[in-house]
């Protein structure tokens, strides 16, 4: 079955650590997406990637690091400079780049707490 | 810039009740529509979408949406709500050009038995 994974679905971290949470799909997407989501603010974007070997910061994306060297995977980088990194964090793609009615498919999502 | 408003932060209803939660846009050209729920602790899911056509959309688990270009409004329905359909519910607009979407904070559904 098509989806996207996420691993591993809970991560602790000790301050002034990086961290890198992984993200694969098999649907064969062109763009793919990292979200955090806080309790009460939603979905805030930190990164996408519409093509291969390349990405576009999001509205959040001080402290985060991402690289796209296939197409199938984005993994997200959480580097010591992210002040507050405890949250849930969510990947997703969708199947056409740079056109706006294009659904957007989710993994289950990381959790990361620092310690 | 574009942006999705939900006013409702939690909404309660009763097992069996009708529901109805609201979702607001403000975006400047032909708006792309989407409903998504979220179960605790998993990922989204699309309920449904709307791009153009007939106003009233329907989508999965029972669920309908209606698009008031007048109200900027793309509310979401249900005759009769299931105790399962207790979750999370995030309304998300398309942007141009950019591949990608703006949430709604989303809206905390708690069903009563």
């Known amino acids: 079955d098509g989806g996207i994974t996420q691993s591993p679905k809970y991560l602790f971290r000790k301050e002034g650590q990086n961290v890198t949470l992984s993200c694969e799909q098999n649907l064969n997407h062109d763009a793919m997406y990292w979200y955090r989501q806080d309790p009460g603010q939603g979905l805030r974007l930190i990164y996408y990637s519409q093509i291969v070997n390349d990405f576009q910061k999001g509205d959040i994306a001080e402290g985060y690091s991402v690289s796209r060297e296939k197409k199938e995977s984005f993994p997200l980088t959480v580097t010591s400079a992210q002040k507050n990194p405890t949250a849930f964090y969510l990947c997703?793609?969708?199947?056409?780049?740079?056109?706006?009615?294009?659904?957007?498919?989710f993994g289950p999502g990381t959790r990361l707490t620092v310690l | 810039a574009q942006s999705v408003t939900q006013p409702d932060i939690h909404i309660t209803v009763s097992e069996g009740a009708s529901l109805e939660l609201r979702c607001n846009y403000s975006?400047?050209?032909?708006?792309?529509l989407f409903w998504y729920v979220q179960s605790p602790g998993q990922g989204l899911q699309l309920l449904l979408k709307y791009f153009s056509g007939d106003t009233l959309v329907q989508g999965i688990k029972g669920f309908e949406a209606e698009f008031k270009r007048s109200q900027s409004s793309f509310n979401l329905r249900k005759p009769s709500v299931h105790w399962s359909d207790a979750a999370e519910y995030f309304c998300a607009v398309g942007v141009t050009n950019a591949g990608k979407s703006t949430f709604g904070d989303g809206t905390t559904l708690t069903v009563k038995p």
């Open positions: 975006y400047g050209a032909t708006p792309y």
């Open positions: 997703a793609s969708s199947k056409v780049r740079a056109t706006p009615n294009n659904e957007q498919f």
